[in-house]
């Protein structure tokens, strides 16, 4: 069992449960736990996590600062309200969605294309770790590759009806 | 590279705050003088906005295999069961 199953294993029934005290049902809870095992992940790898609990009260945490948000409510107890001040839920976390229509294009735009993105701009890889991981010949060649795609990237978005509406 | 890819490299290193500051400036003169570049850098924007949210979905899809996963096993699914219903 890898890490990332074995803390899902451990923290979900805590976080289930307190979402169905809450009021909600089974798939809210695991709609809500998941981005909230997005989040931790994510803050792990950047390393802007900063733990004063357990990964699982932490989780536990975020899935009701979440629930919170959806039901536009605020924190009713301390921990909760240091919690929600203390973990940013990142700004660009939500797609809007007039961006839906991109997002999908963007999944078409090819599996190799996108994976590569995803490693650059997403998982913070460094170009030498991506020429390795995707096979190729040196970091200047993934380099050239990345702007290639982000080339092709940016063409279909403009091809795409909603576009002009959706840029800031 | 060809001109197009060395422009988007430009408005990356822009975004990603990898100029160095003088570099920077003028680089946001030139975004104020120049309507297409200044479009260029919203649209590069907005498609590195759109590729943090597809890796989103695809860790929401691994997650989901992972709860399948579990759901198998007949202590966790007998746990969630226990919560819910």
Not at chain 1, 28 to 39: E, S
Not at chain 1, 63 to 75: E, M, S
Not at chain 1, 94 to 120: I, M, N, R, S, V
Request: charged share 25%; hydrophobic share 40%; proline share 5%.
């Amino acid at each position: 069992m890898d890490l990332t199953t074995t803390l899902y294993r451990e923290a979900f029934p805590h976080a289930a449960r307190a979402i169905r005290r809450l009021g909600g049902d089974l798939d809210t809870a695991r709609d809500l736990f998941h981005d909230a095992m997005i989040i931790y992940l994510e803050k792990s790898r950047s390393g802007h996590l900063q733990l004063d609990s357990s990964p699982v009260a932490y989780l536990v945490g975020i899935t009701k600062i979440l629930w919170l948000k959806t039901k536009r409510q605020q924190p009713r107890n301390e921990t909760l309200d240091y919690l929600a001040h203390f973990i940013s839920i990142p700004e660009d976390f939500y797609t809007h969605p007039e961006e839906e229509p991109l997002l999908e294009q963007l999944k078409a735009a090819g599996e190799k294309c996108l994976q590569l993105l995803q490693a650059f701009y997403y998982e913070n890889m460094n170009m030498r770790e991506i020429a390795e991981t995707f096979d190729y010949s040196s970091p200047h060649s993934a380099t050239v590759q990345k702007y290639k795609c982000l080339e092709k990237v940016r063409k279909s978005f403009s091809k795409t009806p909603c576009y002009a509406e959706t840029i800031a | 590279m060809r001109k197009p890819l060395l422009e988007i490299q430009e408005v990356e290193h822009y975004l990603l705050e990898k100029m160095p500051a003088g570099e920077q400036l003028f680089f946001e003169a030139r975004m104020l003088a120049t309507p297409s570049l200044r479009a260029a850098v919203e649209e590069q924007r907005q498609a590195q906005r759109l590729i943090r949210q597809a890796a989103r979905d695809r860790q929401r899809a691994r997650l989901s295999g992972i709860y399948d996963q579990l759901a198998q096993d007949p202590s966790f699914a007998q746990t969630i069961h226990a919560i819910f219903y």
